[in-house]
């Protein structure tokens, strides 16, 4: 489970950073990838990275400005042409149908998959929005200048590993009943003692929890979505000196970030969406100020990945 950032400027591309797209990397959990945004030139940016678009599976869409769609046309018709088969789900506000199916109605394109469009209520302000046996995806409503959305992926926990040393060692030989203990499923061996599946497999593995936000301002919604995560990705537009110039068009600055992560127990955070007057050194700012409020602070920058560890809480 890694995040590959595909671009971190907001606004517009400048020479070393694209407009807004993230990959989440599910390759080891379901053998798919996760794409949240998709400014101009996301596909470009893949054909620089490891990402295959044969195995984009969901495309979640934050809101509707041009930094984060202008690159979706191509992405939905190449992939078409890169081998993918398997049905796509592009998720976001309402709108979103419009501009997809607009754009490949007037370029008469064809797609060779399935590709299925949901968007989210515009009356709708927290709610679920996919589930499975895997993963749980939550939304909130934020506050910018239209429609925009945070997302929270949670791992369901996983069945604690097969303590198969303890069962060798009660007489239990490598095979069906080990696969029965793995299960939660108690045994009784040939001497008639009962085995407990309970003693035998190790604690359950905490699911790893990611936030990723859209544009925002700090609003009502911002701890609900962030409260204990993992991994906190949040937008950071502006330095603090320039904290009414963020609340005027609606961003978030670094130290407001960081506070955030802070108050919400959130173990690591990191910063994307730079406007583009900061560029090499002068991001040093953005992240120097944040880590005096939250350490485990990170300046994300185009074709970073990050590992998303699993640990206990």
Excluded at 143 to 170: A, C, F, M, V, W
Excluded at 175 to 187: A, N, Q, R, V
Excluded at 232 to 243: A, N
Aim: aromatic residues 8%; charged residues 25%.
């Amino acid at each position: 489970m890694e995040l590959e950032f595909l671009g971190t400027v907001a606004g517009m591309p400048v020479r070393e950073r694209n407009v807004t797209s993230i990959c989440l990397k599910l390759l080891q959990e379901r053998g798919t990838v996760w794409l949240f945004d998709c400014g101009e030139g996301t596909q470009h940016q893949i054909l620089k990275s490891s990402i295959k678009l044969s195995k984009l599976e969901k495309i979640f869409i934050t809101h509707l400005h041009g930094d984060h769609i202008y690159g979706l046309p191509g992405i939905l018709t190449s992939r078409a042409y890169s081998g993918g088969k398997s049905p796509l789900t592009l998720y976001g506000p309402k709108g979103i149908k419009d501009v997809v199916n607009t754009t490949l109605m007037m370029s008469q394109a064809h797609l060779e998959y399935d590709l299925h469009i949901e968007e989210i209520p515009e009356n709708l302000n927290e709610g679920i929005l996919f589930e499975d046996q895997q993963f749980l995806v939550e939304i909130a409503k934020l506050e910018h200048r239209i429609n925009s959305y945070g997302y929270r992926i949670t791992e369901k926990d996983q069945p604690g590993p097969l303590l198969s040393k303890k069962l060798k060692e009660s007489g239990v030989p490598p095979g069906p009943l080990f696969s029965k203990i793995k299960k939660g499923k108690d045994i009784i061996l040939e001497n008639g003692e009962k085995l407990i599946a309970a003693n035998y497999v190790g604690p359950a593995l905490k699911g790893r929890i990611v936030v990723i936000m859209g544009d925002t301002r700090i609003c009502e919604n911002s701890p609900k979505l962030s409260i204990d995560a993992d991994v906190l990705v949040h937008e950071s537009t502006f330095t603090e000196e320039l904290h009414d110039l963020a609340y005027k068009y609606y961003h978030t600055t670094s130290l407001q970030a960081a506070k955030l992560a802070e108050e919400c127990n959130v173990n690591e955070l990191i910063l994307t969406h730079f406007s583009s007057r900061y560029q090499g050194e002068s991001l040093d700012q953005l992240l120097q100020e944040a880590r005096e409020i939250h350490e485990n602070t990170h300046i994300a920058h185009d074709f970073w990945v990050f590992p998303i560890k699993r640990k206990n809480k």
